[in-house]
């Protein structure tokens, strides 16, 4: 990418005159005194390239909010834009970046909305293409790590140090703001740890998870809990789980040498428990109806006294006497066809007596197992009991009070219920288990029925005192539990036993802290590699570039005694060297301010000109700045051809010392060069003279045409001159090139023909011109009687040179 | 391959595609080097979710440090399981 034409709008110190700046020459020269604005044409093509500038970037680090808002021009006029006509890849195109707010802007290439990466552009931080005079020596002055940072960019490693600045940062806020979960599992840790009194072997544990920082060794930590487990228990556990149960069941016998819980403890899930029993109570209830639904069906069938045994032996006389009326057990002929008959009738309703039995026994076998699992559920629910010692035991343990009593009564009582509901459920039993041989007694259903009636009505009546007194029970037991676990827990065994399940229980919080520091050292040690890529990378790149900016500060420092010797990487460090007579030394310590900015010089323009970048030019603003005239000679005659011709950039140069400008213009006389001068500053933005030179000497002739007699004499004199030198800028402008050698030392009547075939200029033009000059001959100022040309005389003459100066844009 | 539509069933967004080539092009993929010599399931992630949020045009410093930071608390959940 060539530069053709900038034209920036209200951006920075440009107001909303949008003047478009040629910048088609090699060497483009923009000269102006401080505060004109010469950094806003450098941060104007900053900005358009990478939507901010190094200034911004560097200050945003102390204060973002006072630089927020301050790409606009403070004037406020809109739009703000920058806009590049350029050649790249052999084409032209027009690039440009507006501002949408305060800080956010669009590109546009040839007009239409895209990103210059669509055209090739890709402005990456190693090819930056502008060297800022704030920035020369921010690469010096910083802190070696800052500058190894910037040396990395700018070798193209930003990828890698981007990368490992954003592993730090997020391995700093993870380490200095944890996740919830493990401040919490750390707070959970010392607060069990705090436990840990007096255990053999854990002192070492419980000092590390109460210290701050606490400290988990997981390993270490889980083996002496498991060798307290051993020592509280006589058993060593191999794992964790094993040490919970052996601590489980070491606490239940050593609590019980306090007082026997399991007296008096409701089950672990006695609601669960509850709802069963109530379940089976109820199912053995519905198969209690069941039981009486068939009791009645036989009742209300046919009682008449058949028994299975006599039936079958009726039945199978029959089958033995098919024929005839030969009775088979008594031989007589009385099985005549109605005896038969009525035989059978008598058969078939003495089957349905039967098969209401058999339905009565298959219910009585169905409700049967209920009344046993009933009693199972109950036992399930129920607790041993206090005997009396017991009893006076647990008033030791807690003394005397109402919650107590209410709980002793409660007691009482749901033992009691539960001794009921045995007595009435046994009963049931007893009942049921008779009702089948019962049933076949007519003379005994009635009182059967009466006895089932009141076995079902015991057991319900007993069952909901049972649960009653059981959930009185439970509420009593809540209510005295804690302090009850506390009296037993206060118990120092105990106490220790508790401690080191607690922890074992929970160890899953060491764990998670052993996590989290283990993802803090795995992260620790990718930034290590990539540091360690970045270091090798740079090593490599170095040995060429570091060579590059060796010889650009040698251009600057021809023969020098004294100067800048070497970069050279350290682990997260960039150390700059420099000599002095053969010593090495610090280099940003004793190398003078001129060194200094030599140095940054060097650095930057070793990134301007890497061979990969999209930018064929290069900006640099105010770049002699702290150079005395001997460095600025060198940077003029040495790194300024370096840059045309070894690098092949065009050249931008901003600078407020004219002498160095004009030394420039005088050295690259060959070359095209563009010269500008920012004659004023105001609201509006720069002003921008081109061609400054002849401008001026016009202003001079001008003047000196309004004086005395001398001063005439010099402004006829001057205007010679000046046309001179406009036929010889306008050459190089049309043509292309300075005109040759032979024209080095010819007089204006030649340059006068010379003019004459430079394409574009007319016949007229020319006589027009060789008037003037004849009028400027210094001949005539030599002839006697010669009368100084007055003013009305002189002016026409500047008139006419500033009117064809103007025709073909010279002015 | 002379149908635009064609080419971008084939390529998708060609647009996209210039810019990233190019971009492959000017620098060399340093930390996708990284994520070939690693192999701990932490570093890997950073380096995939890094390498992902460069592609990103404008994407801010504080935004990458913030979703490495997301990787690693979410690597918490990966416990080592001693007490097992």
Redesign the interface.
């Known amino acids: 990418m060539r530069l053709i034409e900038l034209t920036v709008t209200n951006f920075r110190g440009f107001g909303p005159s949008a003047t478009p700046i040629d910048l088609s020459s090699d060497l483009v020269l923009i000269y102006a005194p401080n505060g004109h604005g010469k950094t806003s044409v450098a941060e104007a093509i900053e900005w358009l390239f990478y939507g901010t500038t190094t200034r911004r970037q560097r200050g945003e680090q102390f204060s973002r909010s006072e630089y927020v808002g301050t790409f606009a021009n403070v004037h406020g006029k809109a739009p703000v834009e920058v806009c590049l006509r350029g050649e790249h890849n052999g084409r032209e195109i027009v690039l440009s970046r507006r501002l949408v707010d305060n800080e956010k802007s669009q590109t546009f290439v040839d007009g239409v909305r895209a990103d210059f990466d669509t055209v090739g552009i890709v402005a990456v931080e190693a090819h930056y293409p502008v060297v800022a005079q704030h920035g020369l020596q921010t690469f010096i002055h910083a802190r070696p790590k800052d500058r190894r940072d910037a040396i990395c960019s700018a070798l193209g490693l930003e990828d890698l140090t981007t990368f490992k600045s954003a592993l730090e940062s997020a391995r700093a806020s993870f380490q200095r703001t944890p996740p919830k979960e493990v401040v919490d599992a750390r707070l959970r840790l010392a607060q069990r740890a705090s436990q840990l009194i007096a255990i053999p072997g854990l002192d070492e544990l419980r000092a590390c998870w109460t210290a701050n920082p606490l400290v988990v060794k997981e390993g270490e930590d889980l083996h002496a809990l498991l060798a307290a487990t051993g020592g509280l228990t006589g058993v060593r556990p191999a794992r964790a789980a094993d040490a919970v149960e052996l601590l489980v069941a070491a606490r239940e016998r050593a609590g019980r040498s306090v007082f026997d819980l399991s007296l008096i403890q409701p089950v672990a899930d006695h609601d669960q428990a509850s709802q069963d029993a109530k379940r089976q109570i109820k199912d053995l209830a519905a198969k209690d109806g069941s039981v009486d639904d068939r009791l009645g069906t036989l009742l209300a069938v046919s009682v008449e006294s058949y028994s299975t045994k006599l039936l079958s032996f009726w039945s199978a006389g029959l089958e033995l006497a098919p024929e005839g009326e030969v009775c088979p057990m008594c031989g007589e002929s009385t099985l005549s066809q109605d005896h038969r008959l009525g035989l059978r009738h008598r058969l078939q309703e003495a089957s349905d007596v039967v098969e209401a039995a058999s339905a009565l026994v298959a219910a009585v076998a169905d409700w049967e197992p209920t009344v046993g699992a009933a009693g199972k559920a109950i036992v399930a629910l129920a607790l041993k009991g206090m005997d009396e010692p017991a009893r006076e035991n647990l008033k030791a343990l807690l003394g005397d009070s109402e919650p107590l009593d209410r709980f002793l009564g409660a007691h009482d009582r749901l033992i009691e219920a539960r001794r009921t509901l045995g007595v009435e459920l046994r009963a049931a039993k007893s009942v049921g288990a008779d009702t089948v041989r019962r049933a076949g007694i007519p003379s005994e259903l009635r009182e059967l029925t009466a006895d089932r009636l009141s076995a079902r009505q015991g057991v319900a009546a007993a069952s909901e005192l049972f649960f009653t007194a059981l959930d009185n029970y439970i509420a009593a037991w809540s209510v005295i539990a804690p302090t009850v676990e506390q009296r037993i827990s206060a118990d120092t065994f105990v106490a220790k036993i508790d401690a080191v399940r607690d922890v074992l229980e929970n160890f899953k919080d060491a764990s998670l802290l052993v996590r989290y520091a283990e993802v803090l050292a795995e992260t620790q040690s990718l930034v290590r590699r990539v540091e360690s890529a970045a270091q090798d990378e740079q090593d490599k790149l170095l040995k060429s570039r570091g060579q590059e900016v060796k010889d650009i500060y040698a251009l600057l420092n021809p023969g020098a005694t004294v100067g800048f010797d070497t970069m050279e990487p350290a682990n997260d460090a960039m150390k700059l060297h420099a000599t002095s007579f053969g010593v090495r030394m610090p280099a940003a310590a004793n190398l003078s301010e001129c060194q200094l900015n030599c140095l940054g010089l060097a650095v930057w323009l070793m990134r301007a000109t890497t061979p990969s970048s999209p930018f064929n030019f290069v900006l640099l603003d105010d770049p002699v700045q702290a150079m005395d005239d001997d460095h600025s000679e060198a940077f003029v005659s040495g790194v300024v051809p370096y840059l045309l011709d070894t690098s092949g950039k065009q050249l931008v140069i901003l600078s407020h010392v004219k002498g160095m400008v004009d030394r420039l213009r005088q050295l690259n006389n060959n070359r095209r060069v563009r010269h500008y001068h920012i004659e004023n500053y105001d609201a509006n933005g720069p002003v921008i003279v081109h061609q400054i030179r002849l401008a001026r000497a016009l202003a001079e002739i001008k003047g000196a045409a309004a004086g005395n007699e001398d001063n005439r004499k010099f402004a006829i004199d001057r205007l010679r001159v000046l046309l001179e030198e406009f036929i010889r800028e306008l050459h190089l402008k049309v043509v292309g090139s300075p005109p040759s050698d032979k024209y080095d030392t010819a007089n204006s009547g030649e340059l006068a023909t010379l003019y004459r075939s430079i394409p574009g200029t007319t016949p007229d033009e020319y006589t027009r011109l060789k008037d003037t000059i004849g009028f400027c001959d210094p001949a005539h100022h030599t002839q006697a009687g010669y009368p100084t040309p007055i003013k009305s005389q002189i002016q026409p003459h500047i008139d006419r040179v500033e009117g064809i100066m103007k025709v073909h844009g010279l002015l | 391959l002379d149908s635009p539509r064609l080419t971008d069933k084939l390529f998708g967004d060609q647009?996209f595609q210039?810019?990233t080539t190019?971009?492959t092009m000017?620098?060399?993929?340093?930390?996708g080097?990284?994520r070939i010599?690693?192999d701990?399931d932490?570093?890997s992630r950073?380096?995939d979710t890094?390498s992902k949020l460069?592609q990103q045009?404008g994407i801010k410093?504080a935004d990458?440090?913030?979703r490495?930071?997301e990787q690693?608390?979410s690597?918490?959940n990966?416990?080592?399981?001693?007490?097992?």
């Open positions: 647009q210039a810019c190019k971009k000017l620098r060399k993929d340093y930390v080097e990284l010599q690693g701990a932490l570093q950073l380096i890094f460069r045009e410093h990458i440090v913030t490495l930071k690693m608390e690597a918490l990966t416990s080592t399981n001693a007490s097992d």
